[in-house]
């Protein structure tokens, strides 16, 4: 992945995740309290899927060893991190498609 993807996947995610917030935040009542999550706390390549459940979000990860898939959210260390090393970027290999580029990363409130 080069510097370009990785930033433009830094940003989206970025984006993201501020939105979930917001929304996460309207729905929200007075004197509750909002928790941020870093991606610091994993090695680079660790992919993920509930790790941060307990911080009260889950990621959609369909990833199996030697097959397709679309959404495999995966830490990775650079060093455009907000918050250095890492961020999270969502990967995808299959026959339609070649790269994450455009691909959501979705996640879930839990």
């Not at 940003?11 to 929304?23: D, E, G, N, P, S």
């Not at 097959?67 to 961020?87: C, E, F």
Request: aromatic content about 10%; cysteine-free; hydrophobic content about 40%.
């Amino acid at each position: 992945m080069d510097a370009d993807s990785i930033r433009d996947q830094v940003l989206f995610t970025t984006i993201l995740f501020i939105l979930a917030v917001l929304l996460r935040s309207e729905s929200l009542s007075a004197g509750a309290e909002i928790v941020q999550i870093h991606f610091d706390t994993l090695p680079d390549g660790t992919r993920i899927n509930d790790e941060y459940s307990e911080s009260g979000v889950s990621f959609v990860n369909d990833f199996q060893i030697g097959r397709p898939y679309r959404s495999s959210p995966q830490i990775t260390t650079t060093a455009s991190a907000r918050t250095v090393p890492n961020v999270l970027v969502n990967t995808a290999q299959d026959s339609e498609v070649f790269s994450s580029k455009d691909v959501p990363l979705v996640l879930y409130f839990t």
